[in-house]
């Protein structure tokens, strides 16, 4: 898959579960969800809550799976922080629920 | 606008920031000191201490490519974990700034070597905001205002001569710039207030001020509007009152209708309203007021 539609599924997967249809299934959700936490926590504190649940709920039972940011960055999970801010600012504005 | 500042440098996020540009630094390897001008919400993170914004907006005096992973991990003082980032996408150039923005800029000491970092001064920073007025924008400005660094009257006279040569929809920028003054003098006015003005936050109160709506009816002015729309909500809606739907009613029954002073009007909703309980409630009654006393012409 290329660059676009991994970041597009990124940001499905994060609108899911800013609605409330799903939680984190694996290492690259969890970290990615609360990379997504951090970078909205300003412009979407709604939004930035409900990621950052879905990924402590994640972490609470795989604890040895989170990463650290730079880490999440190198294996390609996340391209660019203010790119990933403004595409779910974009994308997640009217999302919650 | 001279006034001493005193900056917040030593918040969790500020050192965050220092660290970023120690970072920042030492990636771009600098043989000569560049100056950075700081915008944004860490610009009033710094001068009021009250807002959380995790991006960095910085305008360099320089042509230089940025690196792109450039963040440091932090941890509030409430123990919330985020991440000070550059943001990448910034451009000064999108939103609106008086052309003598330099001249104005305030230095702040991050105890880095090679990067000279300034910060945009209040009146800047709050006119900074108002291409886009979104809620955290309305919030820093109210912010800046509280904190006594920026009076509407400047906020006023340098958005006006920044719109004056700004290119893009000047029909909402002037909505923008209506509000965020109205907003602004409604913090001032607030602030004004003795504390003997300032009434207790109780059920009591509220209470209180239910069972005085009927005698409203014998007083004039925006008084007297605020008791008959107040009536007319209690029938229709019992205990489940709209209170702000009321308020915004008797204020613009009162000034478009009947051209009473905004100030006046909103003294009288801010006295008899039984919501205007808190401080946030009576700076959107004196904020309203002020709007639907300063229309805004439609361009044509």
Redesign the interface.
């Known amino acids: 898959m290329d660059a676009r539609v991994l970041e597009a599924d990124l940001i499905a997967r994060c609108r899911a579960v800013v609605a409330g249809t799903a939680d984190a299934r694996d290492a690259r959700d969890a970290n990615t969800f609360l ?1 997504a936490s ?2 909205l ?3 979407l504190p709604q939004a930035s809550h409900r990621l950052k649940e879905t990924s402590d709920a994640y972490f609470s039972m795989h604890p040895s799976e989170r990463v ?3 880490e999440a ?1 190198n294996r390609g999970w996340v391209e ?4 990933l ?2 595409m779910l600012t974009v994308h997640l504005t009217h999302a919650v629920g | 606008m001279n006034r001493s500042v005193l900056l917040h440098t030593d918040t969790a996020l500020a050192q965050g920031l220092r660290e970023l540009f120690q970072q920042l630094e030492d990636k771009l390897q600098l043989s000569r000191p560049i100056k950075v001008y700081l915008a944004g919400g860490m610009a009033v993170h710094l001068y009021t201490a009250n807002r959380v914004t995790t991006d960095v907006d910085a305008e360099f005096a320089a042509r230089i490519v940025l690196p792109r992973d450039v963040f440091v991990p932090i941890v509030l003082e409430d123990g919330t974990e985020q991440i000070v980032f550059l943001d990448t996408n910034y451009n000064p150039t999108l939103g609106m700034l008086s052309e003598d923005y330099l001249d104005r800029v305030i230095p702040v000491d991050l105890g880095v070597e090679n990067l000279q970092i300034y910060l945009l001064s209040p009146v800047d920073l709050a006119v900074s905001k108002l291409a886009r007025y979104a809620e955290n924008d309305r919030n820093d400005i109210a912010a800046l205002v509280d904190e006594g660094l920026v009076t509407s009257a400047e906020l006023q006279a340098v958005a006006e001569e920044a719109a004056s040569y700004y290119i893009g929809a000047v029909n909402m920028l002037k909505f923008n710039i209506r509000d965020a003054v109205a907003l602004a003098r409604a913090v001032e006015l607030e602030n004004a207030l003795s504390s003997e003005d300032v009434p207790p936050n109780t059920p009591a109160e509220m209470a209180q001020r239910i069972a005085a709506l009927p005698s409203l009816k014998h007083l004039d002015g925006a008084a007297r509007a605020f008791g008959e729309h107040a009536a007319r909500a209690l029938i229709d809606a019992g205990n489940a009152v709209d209170w702000q739907a009321v308020e915004r009613a008797s204020i613009s029954e009162s000034i478009e209708r009947h051209g009473l002073d905004a100030e006046d009007v909103a003294d009288a909703l801010c006295l008899h309203s039984p919501a205007a309980l808190t401080r946030d409630r009576r700076i959107w009654i004196r904020a309203w007021a002020q709007m639907c006393a300063n229309p805004v012409a439609p361009a044509r």
């Open positions: 990379l951090m970078v926590h300003s412009r650290a940011v730079q960055l660019s922080l203010p790119r801010r403004d």
